[in-house]
């Protein structure tokens, strides 16, 4: 019997955290349900804000004007410092110098899928450890071709592509498109177009959700086939 397939779009951003503590919890929900089910897993993009320069921003500032000072700030991290400790993320915001714009890493993020999930997957997990555990801005053109060279990325085409424009508007309408759809917080788990999880649920929730789907699925499918046969 062939196992049911899932497609699961991730809409996230590559400087949000709790992006990157539902990636994790994400792979855990992957794991356990492996053996019932096969999944896809796509990454979209998402902007928390788009409107940091390109240079990005001093991060210190960035947070205390959000947050409404440090100690706002310090309050905002204790959470997902914990939950990071869980997930065993060594976050590292020390290290982190630049609040980046994260356009552009989206767009290399789009250019890795057009290889394949796996690539892209690569790309992702890359971003995520050069900014949060190495404080790296992941908005800057150099960080962004040494991290499409170690996901083994054809770097001729990753410094063309950079230096213009492309995809960029395509990156913007999805992000644009996202927010019309109601996403107003990544991350966001949107299950076969149908089931969206918000928010960095724990790798149970994610994995019932997607059980839930399955069974509806199923459901829907024996539905047809009795019709068919009446």
Same mark, same amino acid.
């Given at each position: 019997?062939?196992? !049911?397939? =899932?497609?699961?779009?991730?809409?996230?951003?590559?400087?949000? /955290?709790?992006?990157?503590?539902?990636?994790?919890? +994400?792979?855990?929900? +992957?794991?356990? #349900?492996?053996?019932?089910?096969?999944?896809? #897993?796509?990454?979209? /993009? *998402?902007?928390?804000?788009?409107?940091? /320069?390109?240079?990005? &921003?001093?991060?210190?500032?960035? =947070?205390? %004007? &959000?947050?409404?000072?440090?100690?706002?700030?310090?309050?905002?991290?204790?959470?997902?410092?914990?939950?990071?400790? %869980?997930?065993?993320?060594?976050? $590292?915001?020390?290290?982190? %110098? #630049?609040?980046?714009?994260?356009?552009?890493?989206?767009? +290399?993020?789009?250019?890795?899928?057009?290889?394949?999930?796996?690539?892209?997957?690569?790309?992702?997990? +890359?971003?995520?450890?050069? *900014?949060?555990?190495?404080?790296?801005?992941?908005?800057?053109?150099?960080?962004?071709?040494?991290?499409?060279?170690?996901?083994?990325?054809?770097? !001729?085409?990753?410094?063309?592509? =950079?230096?213009?424009? $492309?995809? @960029?508007?395509?990156?913007?309408?999805?992000?644009?498109?996202?927010?019309?759809?109601?996403?107003?917080?990544?991350?966001?788990?949107?299950?076969?177009?149908?089931?969206?999880?918000?928010?960095?649920?724990?790798?149970?929730?994610?994995?019932?959700?997607? @059980?839930?789907?399955?069974?509806?699925?199923?459901?829907?499918?024996?539905?047809?086939?009795?019709?068919?046969?009446?």
């Amino acid at each position: 019997m062939t196992a !049911p397939s =899932l497609t699961i779009d991730v809409v996230s951003d590559v400087m949000c /955290p709790w992006c990157y503590i539902g990636k994790r919890r +994400l792979e855990a929900a +992957l794991d356990d #349900v492996r053996a019932e089910m096969d999944v896809e #897993v796509r990454w979209r /993009p *998402y902007q928390l804000d788009p409107t940091l /320069p390109k240079e990005g &921003k001093d991060r210190q500032q960035y =947070l205390e %004007e &959000k947050f409404g000072g440090a100690a706002g700030a310090e309050q905002a991290y204790a959470a997902i410092r914990a939950a990071g400790a %869980e997930e065993e993320i060594p976050f $590292a915001f020390d290290k982190i %110098e #630049v609040s980046a714009n994260t356009l552009d890493a989206h767009r +290399l993020i789009r250019w890795a899928g057009m290889l394949g999930l796996t690539a892209q997957q690569e790309v992702v997990e +890359l971003l995520f450890k050069a *900014y949060f555990e190495e404080g790296r801005n992941i908005g800057d053109d150099a960080v962004l071709k040494d991290i499409a060279e170690q996901a083994g990325l054809e770097m !001729p085409v990753i410094e063309r592509l =950079l230096a213009g424009d $492309a995809d @960029r508007d395509t990156v913007s309408a999805e992000i644009d498109q996202a927010r019309q759809m109601g996403v107003t917080g990544v991350p966001c788990f949107i299950i076969d177009m149908q089931y969206a999880v918000v928010g960095a649920q724990s790798g149970e929730a994610l994995a019932d959700a997607m @059980r839930k789907v399955v069974q509806e699925k199923n459901r829907q499918a024996a539905a047809d086939d009795d019709k068919l046969q009446s």
